[in-house]
């Protein structure tokens, strides 16, 4: 197999044209990420090749041809407009990781709405807050799912069609729909929307440190951006079986878990299952797969089982590892390049670029625990917290900046422009994150420059914790910070202050993590809560979560003076 083109190679004159050349789109024709990801590559002959192996925790199993994707996606986009859905409308999609999910999402965006991905294990408060926020016009989800719709849809005007995917009408209230889409007779010609560059495709709820989340607004335009780097990052070859492990409820799982590979004509394998370190090396075995897009927190866990259950397998097939969402440390590296005889790759990125910017390129030498280089095309540095000029000492920490304007990049936040342009500082978008860079131009990962709180590649906003913490009877006040752990590198911590009359316990401890677990979510949901008498506040009474976070890192807190004065 020959070596792929080096770093050095691919970035000499580059131009995002490489892509849209390879893709067949020209500047101000009609994109669709739904079409490209389907009829296109049956197009160019390949619409008996697998495009999806799936299987789910007890073993059921289904394979879907790049053909099925497109006649079931015509299916689903069919129906869509059936009920009246119009072009630019939300459709959440709200379910594990069954086929109806990847597939639903080429339909709604065949139809030209705008796919709204939401994580299955959210509660009923999250839930509620991102459907309210999108205006989101219909929801596709499961029977087990649908408790939770029901408790918060006489609270959402907009919300006209509920859609459950596997239940029959009878079993159903009257103002919820049943649709089966494999029961369904299929769609063979499907007039696909004309949607345009700049036409909203996505819209991914990401947590900040202010406010509730916010929605990221993807356009068709990203496929340009998350084809290539899914091609050369992930290093995506038309024999390859990929599997990543990321939901689509997020980024990774949508941008590398449908589009990119989907783009490329890659078959890809889904596994709807939780961590379990023997099921997925026989997955990895059973599907021969040969590029594996993972996850720190996933890899840590695989470490802890130990090497033993890995010689147990034939996983050979793997060519190409790499993961994302947290910093990779070095152990995690070296003890992959023991196990699997290669190493992991990092990848850097977040929701708002859509797609992979800094990164290990497959070929390149790994520095083990860096995050690599920038993705041709693409400007970074780290910036000067005070001047936002770009820092230029290797070595020295700075905040992660990139020069605005690569396909994937979102266009900004639902309805929430101001909070999308403090992003940018002297002409430079910034990730939030702090790096430093060394002499060779390798990035390596320093910190989140923000209260968010990354558990096990999740961010967590802590204001959407207080606020839900505020449900509680007993809670008076409370401050949701970061704890270290050795697992998910970061849980969430919960400091409260108590309403007269309640009392400090175990049980009330608790009531109050069931109450954020089934609210907002398990990852959301504090490991630990502290019973205070007070919250360190600034004179105007803001609570600062910092001192606090501090404490849990041992880290010295720094100078106060300006935040405590505010
Ligand atoms: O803090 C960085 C961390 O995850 C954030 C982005 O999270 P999200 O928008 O949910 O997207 C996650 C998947 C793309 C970043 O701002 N992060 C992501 N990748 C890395 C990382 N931190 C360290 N190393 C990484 N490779």
Redesign the pocket.
């Given at each position: 197999m020959s070596a792929p083109p080096s770093y050095e190679q691919l970035s000499a004159n580059f131009s995002w044209s490489v892509a849209e050349r390879q893709l067949g789109y020209r500047p101000g024709a009609p994109i669709n990420i739904g079409w490209m990801c389907s009829d296109r590559i049956c197009q160019l002959g390949m619409s008996r090749k697998l495009a999806l192996l799936w299987e789910d925790y007890q073993g059921n199993q289904k394979r879907f041809t790049y053909d099925d994707l497109r006649t079931l996606s015509n299916t689903v986009a069919h129906f869509l407009t059936l009920q009246e859905i119009l072009p630019g409308e939300r459709v959440c999609l709200f379910m594990d990781r069954v086929p109806d999910l990847y597939i639903g999402f080429l339909g709604i965006l065949k139809m030209g709405a705008v796919a709204q991905p939401l994580f299955s294990a959210f509660g009923d408060e999250s839930l509620f807050v991102r459907l309210a926020d999108a205006k989101t016009s219909a929801i596709i989800t499961q029977k087990k799912h649908l408790y939770k719709v029901r408790k918060i849809r006489s609270q959402l005007p907009d919300l006209r069609h509920v859609v459950v995917v596997d239940a029959d009408q009878a079993s159903l209230q009257p103002d919820e729909i049943a649709f089966q889409m494999e029961k369904t007779p299929r769609i063979e010609f499907f007039a696909v929307y004309p949607t345009t560059a700049e036409s909203p495709s996505v819209l991914?709820y990401?947590?900040g440190t202010t406010g509730l989340p916010k929605g990221?607004q993807h356009v068709h335009y990203s496929i340009v951006s998350q084809y290539l780097t899914a091609k050369w990052v992930l290093d995506l070859r038309p024999d390859d079986i990929y599997w990543c492990n990321?939901d689509p409820g997020?980024?990774?799982g949508t941008?590398y878990g449908i589009i990119g590979p989907w783009a490329n004509g890659v078959t890809q394998a889904v596994l709807d299952s939780g961590f379990n370190a023997g099921h997925w090396y026989e997955f990895i075995e059973k599907y021969r797969v040969t590029v594996w897009y993972s996850a720190?927190t996933a890899i840590r866990l695989l470490m802890k089982e130990g090497a033993e259950i890995v010689r147990k397998h034939d996983v050979s097939s793997l060519r190409h590892l790499a993961?994302?969402?947290?910093?990779?440390n070095h152990e995690a590296v070296l003890w992959s390049e023991e196990v699997f005889g290669k190493p992991f790759h990092?990848?850097?990125?977040?929701?708002?670029?859509g797609c992979?910017v800094?990164t290990n390129f497959p070929g390149m030498p790994v520095k083990p625990g860096s995050?690599g280089k920038p993705f041709p095309g693409i400007i970074a540095t780290v910036l000067d917290p005070k001047t936002y000029e770009p820092v230029d000492h290797p070595g020295v920490a700075g905040l992660?900046a990139l020069r605005p304007g690569w396909p994937s990049q979102i266009r900004g936040y639902w309805n929430n422009q101001a909070g999308f342009q403090a992003r940018f500082k002297n002409g430079w978008y910034l990730?939030?994150?702090r790096a430093s860079i060394d002499p060779d131009g390798y990035f390596w990962?320093m910190g989140?420059d923000d209260d968010?709180i990354?558990t096990g590649?999740?961010?967590v906003g802590p204001f959407e914790v207080e606020s839900a913490l505020l449900g509680c009877p007993a809670v008076a006040e409370s401050a949701a910070v970061a704890k270290p752990d050795p697992i998910n590198m970061e849980v969430v911590k919960a400091y409260v202050t108590l309403k007269r009359g309640f009392q400090a316990s175990d049980d009330l401890e608790l009531e109050i993590m069931n109450h954020i677990r089934k609210r907002l979510s398990p990852l959301a949901m504090p490991q630990e809560i502290e019973f205070v008498d007070a919250l360190p506040k600034t004179r105007s009474g803001k609570i600062v979560r910092r001192v606090l976070r501090c404490k849990e890192f041992h880290e010295p807190v720094g100078d106060l003076s300006t935040i405590m004065d505010d």
């Open positions: 991914h990401t947590s990221a990321a997020w980024v990774t941008s720190p993961s994302v969402g947290e910093p990779l990092d990848t850097f990125w977040q929701t708002e670029t992979i800094i995050m992660i990730c939030g994150d990962f989140r968010v990354n590649g999740h961010l």
